[in-house]
């Protein structure tokens, strides 16, 4: 993302900031981090986390309507949250509403074409079709960065509890036998656009 549009002085919008893990990284060169979060609760937290921390503030609010003035903000960040192709049109709406020229808006997504998560994923939802999804993101303008990153655990038992909180039980238990060691293959990609 940094290659793509840094946020050294920026203004930065995380969007589904959940529990505010990335918030402290932004905040470490950007000149003001806003996370916007949905529920309340993880708002909450993502409050406490940010407690102290200089320049960031947490809203509740939801992608479809940021709370964030027009042409506010340089980057946006949303990590597994929302935009996941179509049916996110409202909110690309709102980014474009909130982004000012020359800033960007970085979505990341799994990338259900290959690894070994992306197979899991798709026996998940079969019904999701990552042509589609490309091609959505294609005709909105956003450009595609593939990125190959991997699941590290100390040991099975924790591999198993974030499946279960990935997958429903069955799937999970399945998907955990057909894995050896601590490790898993993932792969994600990195939508971009620059306005």
Known sequence: MREIRPWDGAVVLDVGCGTGFHLPAFARTAAKVVGVE????????????????????????AAQALPVPDASVDVV????????????????TELRRVVRRGGAAFVIDNDATRSTFG????????????VTVERFWSRHGFSRTPLDIRWRFDDRADLEAVLKIEFPAELAAEF??????????????LWWRRY
């Open 38 to 61: 949905p529920h309340a609760g993880l708002a909450g937290l993502a409050r406490r986390r940010v407690a102290g921390v200089p320049d960031v503030a947490v809203r509740v609010g």
């Open 77 to 92: 960040h949303a990590r597994w949250a929302y935009f996941f192709g179509p049916g996110c049109e409202p909110g690309l």
């Open 119 to 130: 197979a899991w994923f798709r026996r998940w939802l079969p019904s999701y079709d990552p």
């Open 176 to 189: 955990l036998s057909e894995v050896e060691g601590c490790e898993v293959d993932y792969a994600v990609n």
